[in-house]
């Protein structure tokens, strides 16, 4: 089986919605345009203190629909109280049920995302028109995404930016990054990463986390053509001042590895716990690796198991993987080879790589299932074309012995052949066989002796057997 990875990438997935600048209201509705702002992390000050949630939930509980709103973003961000989505959902859905356009847009985000609450695109976006209809600015915005990214309709890019460019004209800071990601990508407008990194600038330097977040993304991805991490560092730095758990994560792995960044593992791992506890997968996945290997603090197989299995629940394909590799090696957990090839199915139907070639691996010897052949070969074949250098070897192996497949040496030695390149040393001592036996290529004994001793050599006890009965070698 594969050991475990180390896998820290900058989050590259640039993030959108909306702001509203609230003028000549007051009281409740007040509360709730700014309680929206923050749901959008369209703001520019720090999350809700413990006190002010006290204050908002006595507002709450007296009936105000505003602040059933207000507080259930507060439980969803878990922002001066607990998260508790499932009650925010239900606060929303009674500010939505008392007529307050801002519980249809609070219903909106939990039916997209659905967290605490069976997700429903259709009915999001039958929400989030309802919210924009009432004039909520952040709606505006987030029909952009809902358009943007085909979320209860077909996508529509053109649309789609009609609403970014409504909702940063209406003082929108986050629909600022919404135009700024279409502009990266050239969707329904013509590419321009000058112009998007200007209005992810004019965003972040205005004092708004998720642009400040994206300018450090687009700093340390060299999207404009050059690479800046110290840049991306500062952003980074200011993006996590405000708790936005991506640019805390991504500011702990920057302390980790030192880079852009005076290292330090301590400050780095605390980041990056703090972005698993508000409830973001790839931080939850991130944190198990760090206990995994000891990381910034004791290596802790309980924690680990802990963390991936809170991304693997939130549908982390990577996270998925690795819970199975917990459950089949016994990491943390008592070793339990079906529940492992549960997990590995789940990340293999998203297309993660290594699950796939895990899968086929358990199929083929029949761990933790019934041994199936054509299973195998199926889930193999697709990790194979991936570049995965165990599960080529292995399908290699099976057209060699015929195993799911009819014989075929060439093909054999077409996908043995990628793997020994990678240095996989059951696949150079099998592919040193193909050669010494003229098998699926031309005869070459000094070929295939040199191959099967490389792979003895690499630890392949059956190439070091093998190189034993070669007589004089």
């Not at 600048?21 to 720090?46: H, P, Q, T, V």
């Not at 993304?217 to 840049?231: N, P, Q, R, W």
């Not at 199926?378 to 599960?391: I, P, R």
């Amino acid at each position: 089986m594969k050991s475990f990875k180390i896998f820290f990438a900058a989050l590259t997935a640039l993030m959108f919605a909306v702001c509203a600048r609230a003028e000549n209201i007051s009281g409740g509705e007040k509360l709730a345009r700014e309680c929206a702002a923050y749901m959008d992390w369209d703001f520019d000050g720090k999350p809700v203190s413990t006190k002010r949630y006290a204050e908002i939930k006595a507002l709450a509980d007296s009936g105000d629909p505003y602040a059933k709103f207000a507080q259930g973003v507060c439980l969803y961000m878990g922002s001066g109280t607990a998260q508790n989505t499932a009650e925010a959902a239900m606060l929303f859905s009674q500010a939505a049920f008392a007529g307050n356009p801002y519980g249809h847009f609070g219903l909106g985000v939990a039916l997209s995302d659905g967290l605490g609450i069976p997700e429903n695109d259709k009915s999001a976006l039958r929400s989030m028109k309802l919210a924009h209809d009432a004039g909520i600015v952040q709606a505006t915005n987030m029909l952009g995404t809902f358009y943007y990214k085909g979320v209860g309709a077909a996508p529509n890019y053109a649309r789609s930016v009609g609403y970014f460019e409504a909702a940063a004209n209406a003082g929108s800071l986050r629909a600022k990054a919404s135009l700024a990601r279409a502009y990266l990508e050239g969707k329904g407008v013509e590419k321009d990463a000058a112009k998007a990194e200007n209005l992810l600038k004019e965003a972040a330097d205005a004092g708004n986390a998720i642009a400040q977040n994206n300018l450090a993304v687009f700093y340390s991805e060299g999207l404009g053509g050059k690479t800046d991490i110290f840049a991306a560092a500062r952003y980074f730095e200011k993006s996590a001042a405000a708790e936005y758990p991506p640019a805390m994560l991504s500011l702990g792995i920057l302390m980790i590895e030192g880079t852009g960044v005076d290292a330090n593992l301590k400050k780095g791992l605390e980041l990056i716990e703090k972005a698993a506890n508000a409830g973001n997968a790839e931080a939850q996945n991130t944190l198990a690796v760090c206990y995994r290997n000891g990381i910034g603090a004791d290596a802790n197989y309980a924690l680990a198991f802990y963390w991936y299995g809170k991304a693997a629940e939130q549908g982390l394909a990577v996270a998925q993987n690795n819970l199975a590799d917990c459950y089949f090696h016994g990491v943390g957990i008592s070793e339990d080879k079906a529940e492992a090839v549960k997990w590995y199915r789940r990340a293999a139907a998203q297309g993660d790589v290594n699950a796939q070639s895990n899968l086929g691996y358990c199929y083929l010897d029949g761990i933790g299932t019934k041994r199936s052949a054509a299973d195998a070969i199926k889930w193999l074949k697709l990790a194979a074309a991936k570049g995965d250098v165990q599960a080529q070897s292995n399908l290699g192996t099976c057209y060699v012995n015929g195993i799911g497949v009819g014989v075929d040496y060439a093909e054999a030695v077409k996908w043995l052949s990628l793997a020994a390149e990678k240095d996989d040393a059951q696949a150079q001592g099998n592919l040193g066989a193909c050669y010494y036996n003229g098998l699926g290529v031309a005869e070459d004994r000094a070929k295939g002796i040199a191959l099967i001793r490389k792979a003895a050599e690499g630890g392949n006890r059956d190439a070091a057997a093998a190189l034993r009965r070669i007589k004089g070698h």
